[in-house]
Protein backbone atom coordinates (compact mmCIF):
# COMPACT_ATOMS: atom_id res chain seq x y z
CA UNK A 1 0.00 0.00 0.00
CA UNK A 2 1.40 3.58 -1.06
CA UNK A 3 2.16 5.82 1.44
CA UNK A 4 -0.42 8.22 0.27
CA UNK A 5 -3.32 5.40 -0.05
CA UNK A 6 -2.39 4.72 3.72
CA UNK A 7 -3.13 7.79 4.61
CA UNK A 8 -6.77 7.85 3.21
CA UNK A 9 -7.25 4.93 5.05
CA UNK A 10 -5.76 5.99 8.04
CA UNK A 11 -7.59 8.73 7.88
CA UNK A 12 -10.82 7.51 7.43
CA UNK A 13 -10.29 4.87 9.87
CA UNK A 14 -9.54 7.20 12.91
CA UNK A 15 -12.58 9.53 11.78
CA UNK A 16 -15.33 6.76 11.47
CA UNK A 17 -14.08 5.29 14.80
CA UNK A 18 -13.87 8.97 16.59
CA UNK A 19 -16.68 10.54 15.28
CA UNK A 20 -18.80 8.14 16.64
CA UNK A 21 -17.26 8.31 19.95
CA UNK A 22 -17.24 12.05 19.87
CA UNK A 23 -21.45 11.83 19.23
CA UNK A 24 -22.28 9.42 21.92
CA UNK A 25 -20.26 11.75 24.13
CA UNK A 26 -22.55 14.28 23.09
CA UNK A 27 -25.51 12.31 24.38
CA UNK A 28 -23.85 10.97 27.86
CA UNK A 29 -23.00 14.71 28.66
CA UNK A 30 -26.89 15.83 28.09
CA UNK A 31 -28.23 12.78 29.95
CA UNK A 32 -26.20 14.20 33.14
CA UNK A 33 -27.01 17.66 32.68
CA UNK A 34 -30.54 18.94 34.79
CA UNK A 35 -33.67 19.98 32.96
CA UNK A 36 -33.08 23.23 33.49
CA UNK A 37 -29.64 23.48 31.80
CA UNK A 38 -31.53 23.98 28.37
CA UNK A 39 -28.50 26.26 26.11
CA UNK A 40 -26.11 23.28 27.81
CA UNK A 41 -28.64 20.57 26.23
CA UNK A 42 -29.01 22.54 22.97
CA UNK A 43 -25.28 22.48 22.87
CA UNK A 44 -24.93 18.86 23.73
CA UNK A 45 -27.38 18.24 20.98
CA UNK A 46 -25.79 20.52 18.30
CA UNK A 47 -22.35 18.56 18.56
CA UNK A 48 -24.25 15.12 18.19
CA UNK A 49 -25.80 16.21 14.92
CA UNK A 50 -22.36 17.71 14.35
CA UNK A 51 -20.79 14.24 14.81
CA UNK A 52 -23.60 12.43 13.16
CA UNK A 53 -22.63 14.61 10.13
CA UNK A 54 -19.07 13.94 9.73
CA UNK A 55 -19.37 10.24 10.58
CA UNK A 56 -22.02 9.62 7.71
CA UNK A 57 -19.65 11.89 5.23
CA UNK A 58 -16.74 9.39 6.22
CA UNK A 59 -18.42 6.56 5.38
CA UNK A 60 -19.70 7.68 2.26
CA UNK A 61 -15.78 7.74 1.29
CA UNK A 62 -13.88 5.07 -0.28
CA UNK A 63 -10.06 4.00 0.30
CA UNK A 64 -9.72 5.45 -3.69
CA UNK A 65 -10.66 8.74 -2.92
CA UNK A 66 -8.17 11.46 -3.36
CA UNK A 67 -5.55 12.10 -1.12
CA UNK A 68 -6.21 15.98 -0.95
CA UNK A 69 -10.34 15.91 -0.35
CA UNK A 70 -9.30 13.70 2.89
CA UNK A 71 -6.67 15.93 4.07
CA UNK A 72 -9.61 18.87 3.80
CA UNK A 73 -11.84 16.59 5.22
CA UNK A 74 -9.19 16.31 8.14
CA UNK A 75 -8.76 19.91 8.91
CA UNK A 76 -13.17 20.15 9.12
CA UNK A 77 -12.67 17.16 11.16
CA UNK A 78 -10.43 18.79 13.54
CA UNK A 79 -12.22 22.29 13.43
CA UNK A 80 -15.00 20.13 14.57
CA UNK A 81 -13.34 18.44 17.53
CA UNK A 82 -11.56 21.78 18.91
CA UNK A 83 -15.10 23.11 19.72
CA UNK A 84 -16.28 19.90 21.27
CA UNK A 85 -13.33 19.60 23.65
CA UNK A 86 -13.70 23.77 24.00
CA UNK A 87 -17.48 22.31 24.86
CA UNK A 88 -16.38 19.79 27.36
CA UNK A 89 -13.57 21.87 29.45
CA UNK A 90 -16.54 24.39 29.68
CA UNK A 91 -18.93 21.96 31.19
CA UNK A 92 -15.80 20.58 33.47
CA UNK A 93 -14.87 24.37 34.81
CA UNK A 94 -18.73 24.86 35.52
CA UNK A 95 -18.65 21.57 37.75
CA UNK A 96 -15.50 22.22 39.51
CA UNK A 97 -17.19 25.75 40.20
CA UNK A 98 -19.82 24.31 41.59
CA UNK A 99 -22.44 26.07 39.15
CA UNK A 100 -24.16 22.91 37.77
CA UNK A 101 -25.28 21.04 41.76
CA UNK A 102 -27.49 17.97 41.25
CA UNK A 103 -25.64 17.59 37.47
CA UNK A 104 -24.83 13.74 37.25
CA UNK A 105 -22.03 13.90 35.42
CA UNK A 106 -18.86 13.26 37.07
CA UNK A 107 -15.83 15.22 36.78
CA UNK A 108 -13.73 13.08 36.09
CA UNK A 109 -15.99 11.62 32.95
CA UNK A 110 -15.99 14.88 31.82
CA UNK A 111 -12.19 15.26 31.87
CA UNK A 112 -12.32 11.88 29.96
CA UNK A 113 -14.28 12.89 27.21
CA UNK A 114 -12.51 16.03 26.87
CA UNK A 115 -9.04 14.16 26.99
CA UNK A 116 -10.14 11.48 24.25
CA UNK A 117 -10.97 14.65 21.78
CA UNK A 118 -7.97 16.30 22.06
CA UNK A 119 -6.17 12.76 21.59
CA UNK A 120 -8.40 12.73 18.10
CA UNK A 121 -7.55 16.58 17.57
CA UNK A 122 -3.91 15.35 17.60
CA UNK A 123 -4.59 12.39 15.92
CA UNK A 124 -5.76 14.41 12.70
CA UNK A 125 -3.01 17.00 13.17
CA UNK A 126 -0.33 14.15 12.68
CA UNK A 127 -1.96 12.51 9.66
CA UNK A 128 -2.23 15.78 8.07
CA UNK A 129 1.14 16.91 8.42
CA UNK A 130 3.02 13.19 8.07
CA UNK A 131 4.76 13.67 11.34
CA UNK A 132 4.92 10.16 12.90
CA UNK A 133 6.41 9.27 15.96
CA UNK A 134 9.07 6.75 15.93
CA UNK A 135 7.65 3.07 16.57
CA UNK A 136 9.15 2.98 19.98
CA UNK A 137 7.90 6.34 20.84
CA UNK A 138 4.42 5.71 19.56
CA UNK A 139 4.25 2.60 21.74
CA UNK A 140 4.73 4.30 24.75
CA UNK A 141 2.58 7.44 24.31
CA UNK A 142 -0.69 5.34 23.12
CA UNK A 143 -0.42 3.05 25.84
CA UNK A 144 0.11 5.84 28.42
CA UNK A 145 -3.02 7.18 26.97
CA UNK A 146 -5.45 4.12 26.60
CA UNK A 147 -4.47 2.75 30.20
CA UNK A 148 -5.27 5.41 31.67
CA UNK A 149 -8.70 5.17 29.83
CA UNK A 150 -9.41 1.65 30.36
CA UNK A 151 -8.54 2.63 34.37
CA UNK A 152 -11.45 5.43 34.01
CA UNK A 153 -13.78 3.25 32.83
CA UNK A 154 -13.29 0.40 35.18
CA UNK A 155 -13.95 3.11 37.50
CA UNK A 156 -17.12 4.52 36.15
CA UNK A 157 -18.39 0.94 36.10
CA UNK A 158 -18.08 0.77 39.68
CA UNK A 159 -19.50 3.81 40.43
CA UNK A 160 -22.53 3.40 38.53
CA UNK A 161 -23.49 -0.01 39.22
CA UNK A 162 -25.82 -0.34 42.12
CA UNK A 163 -24.24 -1.15 45.53
CA UNK A 164 -26.06 -4.53 45.88
CA UNK A 165 -23.81 -5.77 42.79
CA UNK A 166 -21.46 -6.69 45.38
CA UNK A 167 -19.45 -9.17 43.21
CA UNK A 168 -19.06 -6.74 40.01
CA UNK A 169 -18.35 -3.92 41.42
CA UNK A 170 -15.56 -5.45 43.13
CA UNK A 171 -14.37 -6.64 40.07
CA UNK A 172 -14.64 -3.26 38.46
CA UNK A 173 -12.67 -2.13 41.84
CA UNK A 174 -10.09 -4.73 40.97
CA UNK A 175 -9.75 -3.36 37.36
CA UNK A 176 -9.59 0.07 38.44
CA UNK A 177 -6.60 -1.01 40.50
CA UNK A 178 -4.83 -2.99 38.17
CA UNK A 179 -4.99 -0.30 35.09
CA UNK A 180 -3.82 2.27 37.61
CA UNK A 181 -0.30 -0.31 38.22
CA UNK A 182 0.03 -0.87 34.19
CA UNK A 183 -0.52 3.21 33.40
CA UNK A 184 2.45 3.93 36.52
CA UNK A 185 4.49 0.97 34.94
CA UNK A 186 4.06 2.63 31.42
CA UNK A 187 4.99 5.74 32.79
CA UNK A 188 7.93 4.88 34.21
CA UNK A 189 9.02 3.65 30.85
CA UNK A 190 8.39 6.91 29.53
CA UNK A 191 10.81 8.33 31.71
CA UNK A 192 12.84 5.75 30.44
CA UNK A 193 12.62 6.77 27.50
CA UNK A 194 15.92 7.12 26.02
CA UNK A 195 17.13 3.66 27.31
CA UNK A 196 13.50 2.10 26.12
CA UNK A 197 14.12 1.40 22.39
CA UNK A 198 14.93 -1.94 22.79
CA UNK A 199 12.09 -4.53 21.11
CA UNK A 200 12.14 -7.55 23.65
CA UNK A 201 11.24 -4.42 26.47
CA UNK A 202 8.76 -3.45 24.07
CA UNK A 203 7.29 -6.76 23.01
CA UNK A 204 7.07 -7.34 26.56
CA UNK A 205 5.19 -4.32 27.45
CA UNK A 206 2.59 -4.99 24.86
CA UNK A 207 1.85 -8.59 25.81
CA UNK A 208 1.50 -7.69 29.38
CA UNK A 209 -1.15 -5.02 28.30
CA UNK A 210 -2.58 -7.24 26.28
CA UNK A 211 -3.65 -9.49 28.77
CA UNK A 212 -5.02 -7.11 30.67
CA UNK A 213 -6.83 -5.60 28.10
CA UNK A 214 -8.61 -8.60 27.25
CA UNK A 215 -10.08 -9.18 30.48
CA UNK A 216 -11.02 -6.21 31.16
CA UNK A 217 -12.81 -6.50 27.31
CA UNK A 218 -13.89 -9.60 28.27
CA UNK A 219 -15.70 -7.81 31.22
CA UNK A 220 -16.94 -5.27 29.75
CA UNK A 221 -19.21 -7.33 27.38
CA UNK A 222 -20.49 -9.24 29.93
CA UNK A 223 -21.39 -5.98 31.78
CA UNK A 224 -22.96 -4.51 28.52
CA UNK A 225 -24.90 -8.19 27.13
CA UNK A 226 -26.08 -8.52 31.03
CA UNK A 227 -27.31 -4.66 30.91
CA UNK A 228 -28.79 -5.01 27.64
CA UNK A 229 -31.04 -8.18 28.86
CA UNK A 230 -32.29 -5.91 32.30
CA UNK A 231 -30.06 -8.68 34.25
CA UNK A 232 -28.09 -6.34 36.88
CA UNK A 233 -28.92 -3.28 38.80
CA UNK A 234 -26.73 -0.64 37.41
CA UNK A 235 -27.55 3.30 36.09
CA UNK A 236 -25.58 2.27 33.05
CA UNK A 237 -26.96 3.53 29.56
CA UNK A 238 -26.86 0.15 27.46
CA UNK A 239 -24.87 2.54 24.70
CA UNK A 240 -22.45 3.86 27.31
CA UNK A 241 -22.21 -0.05 28.66
CA UNK A 242 -21.16 -0.61 24.61
CA UNK A 243 -19.08 2.60 24.17
CA UNK A 244 -16.57 1.25 26.73
CA UNK A 245 -16.28 -1.98 24.97
CA UNK A 246 -15.76 -0.86 21.99
CA UNK A 247 -12.89 1.60 23.36
CA UNK A 248 -11.57 -1.70 24.46
CA UNK A 249 -11.59 -3.36 21.54
CA UNK A 250 -10.23 -0.35 19.76
CA UNK A 251 -7.34 -0.45 22.20
CA UNK A 252 -6.29 -4.30 21.36
CA UNK A 253 -6.26 -3.47 17.51
CA UNK A 254 -3.56 -0.59 18.23
CA UNK A 255 -1.70 -3.16 20.38
CA UNK A 256 -1.97 -5.85 17.63
CA UNK A 257 -0.35 -3.28 14.86
CA UNK A 258 2.29 -2.17 17.36
CA UNK A 259 3.39 -5.75 17.66
CA UNK A 260 3.12 -6.37 14.11
CA UNK A 261 5.46 -3.20 13.46
CA UNK A 262 7.80 -4.87 15.57
CA UNK A 263 8.45 -7.67 13.83
CA UNK A 264 8.77 -6.27 10.89
CA UNK A 265 11.43 -4.36 12.24
CA UNK A 266 12.96 -6.80 13.94
CA UNK A 267 12.92 -9.25 10.89
Known amino acids: MSLTDQFVTRSLEEIRFWSRIMKEHSLFLKLGFRCDDTQLIHEANHFYAVFEAIENKSN ?3 AGTDPAVIKRFNEEVFTAVSYIWAFKRKVLGLILSCQLPGANNFPLLV ?5 EANYFRNRLAELNSGRLEPLP ?8 FFLRIMADHAKFISHLLDPSERQLVEQANHFGQEFDQLLFQAKDLEQMRPQSQTIPLLDQFLDQNRVSVKSLRDFKKTA ?3 IEACRIKSIIHPLLADHVFREAEHFLVIIDMFEHNLTGNSA
Not at 111 to 115: G, K, L, M, N, T
Open 224 to 226: RDL
Open 137 to 144: DAIIDENV
Open 60 to 62: AFT
Open 111 to 115: DHVSR
